[in-house]
């Protein structure tokens, strides 16, 4: 069974990086199946996609929502089968539960089918 | 980007009824289109993906059909366990923009 945990720290000061891990299991990130994502949801708003990552043949392949501009950076690493996300500059609008994802590129659609508990970040100084 | 539209944005229905949630997106997205249930404090679950496929796991009573800007999420015989907010979102292209929500209350 497919398991992700998202880690890192719940409270962020302005200005800092957001920094934030997720853990794979049951599954591997360097499968050619799968783009590895990360999803945000401000308190009692809706979702907004942030990015994803594709790793194949030593080489991985990044998509960035542009909202974010240059500040989100995401990055994998296939010795742990861990992917993480660095937001820079944090304001108080980067406050919100942080979840990271499984997209399945092998069926239609391209859904969203493995998502994490989510960790809320909370950006205060 | 493109823009998710989602209809009601709340509504309340009974035990044993039927639901229909619409989604419009801003431009045609064929049918890269994929529903999500969110219950209150968990993550979001895939209900059904590529506009009408369902998802293993989930109940036949959940459906959804359409294609190019126009998509439907259908709830029938709602049980209890249907109160959530539901979500599309769009896969067609880069952001993968999801609508609004749509608070369904049994």
């Known amino acids: 069974q497919v398991q992700l945990q998202e880690s890192g720290p719940g409270l962020v000061k302005p200005s800092e990086t957001l920094s934030l891990t997720c853990t794979v299991s049951g599954g591997s990130v360097s499968s050619d199946s799968y783009y590895w994502s990360w999803i945000r949801q401000p308190p009692g708003k809706g979702l907004e996609w942030l990015a994803h990552?594709?790793?194949?043949?030593?080489?991985?392949?990044?998509t960035y929502n542009p909202s974010l501009k240059s500040r989100v950076t995401i990055s994998v690493d296939t010795s742990k089968n861990q992917f993480s996300l660095k937001v820079n500059s944090v304001t108080a609008a980067d406050t919100a539960v942080y979840y990271c994802?499984?997209?399945?590129?092998?069926?239609?659609?391209?859904?969203?089918?493995?998502w994490g508990q989510g960790t809320l970040v909370t950006v205060s100084s | 980007d493109i823009q998710m539209t989602q209809s009601p944005s709340s509504l309340s229905a009974s035990i044993g009824g039927r639901v229909t949630i619409t989604c419009r997106a801003s431009q045609a997205i064929t049918e890269s289109l994929n529903w999500y249930q969110q219950k209150a404090g968990k993550a979001p679950k895939l209900l059904i993906y590529a506009a009408s496929s369902l998802q293993g796991g989930v109940p036949s009573r959940f459906s959804g059909s359409g294609s190019g800007t126009d998509f439907t999420l259908t709830i029938n015989s709602l049980q209890p366990e249907d109160s959530a907010t539901y979500y599309c979102?769009?896969?067609?292209?880069?952001?993968?923009?999801f609508g609004q929500g749509t608070k369904l209350e049994i």
């Open positions: 990552i594709f790793y194949i043949g030593n080489a991985s392949y990044t």
């Open positions: 979102q769009q896969s067609y292209i880069s952001p993968y923009t």
């Open positions: 994802a499984r997209r399945h590129i092998a069926v239609p659609g391209y859904p969203l089918d493995y």
